[in-house]
């Protein structure tokens, strides 16, 4: 997931009226050649812009919501806060849960936001023909990592995506573990010896593995 930043303000310099809240403020949306969409907004302080962009979701690619102040401009998209004069993170938001869990293919069951696909991935086993029902591939990243890269998850049952911020989110909610793979008898095929974690859909409580295509 990358930032794109304008290439220059949508208020010009001698023009800029900064309000005391997003909501009083006059507003822009810009909509740029190359399909990106920068919604912009004009405040007086930091702290202002920034309680504004903690509780606005963007649940778009490539829509970027833009409050300018006298000091800088901060942005949100849909993974990050962030410094626009360079990208620089401040902060990773929360996301707020949809009303009801909703099946999609491509956006998180639970919160609605995109999920990116990874290449990147890690198998719990190293045969890809085992046929266990834990044969899944987590990030050998941290979350923040997988979180700012929009990536993310999909059943191996039901196919319904997720995203890493609503694991995080919800602590050991819809994790488990099982100690290895469960062998029929005289099964000699190869397994882990150690204890795996499983993260599992948020509608059919199956593993879930990275999405990566």
Not at 118 to 129: A, K, Y
Not at 186 to 205: K, Q, T, V, Y
Request: proline share 7%.
């Amino acid at each position: 997931m990358w930032w794109r930043r304008r290439k220059q303000s949508t208020n010009q310099p001698g023009t800029r009226s900064y309000a005391d809240t997003v909501e009083s403020s006059a507003s822009v949306v810009d909509r740029k050649d190359n399909g990106q969409v920068y919604e912009v907004f004009w405040v007086k302080t930091e702290a202002v812009a920034l309680e504004y962009l903690r509780r606005r979701e963007v649940r778009q690619e490539g829509y970027y919501v833009i409050v300018e102040t006298p000091y800088r401009n901060l942005g949100r998209d849909m993974v990050m806060i962030f410094d626009e004069a360079d990208g620089a993170l401040i902060e990773i938001p929360e996301r707020t849960p949809l009303p009801e869990l909703r099946a999609s293919p491509t956006h998180c069951a639970r919160c609605g936001y995109p999920i990116l696909p990874c290449s990147h991935v890690e198998f719990s086993c190293d045969d890809p023909d085992c046929g266990h029902p834990w044969h899944t591939a987590d990030f050998g990243q941290s979350a923040d990592e997988v979180i700012l890269a929009g990536w993310g998850y999909r059943c191996t049952k039901c196919r319904s995506a997720a995203c890493r911020a609503c694991y995080e989110a919800t602590g050991g909610e819809n994790l488990t573990t099982t100690h290895g793979f469960l062998l029929e008898p005289g099964d000699e095929r190869p397994h882990p010896a150690d204890e795996i974690m499983l993260r599992l859909c948020w509608l059919c409580r199956s593993p879930v593995t990275v999405f990566d295509e």
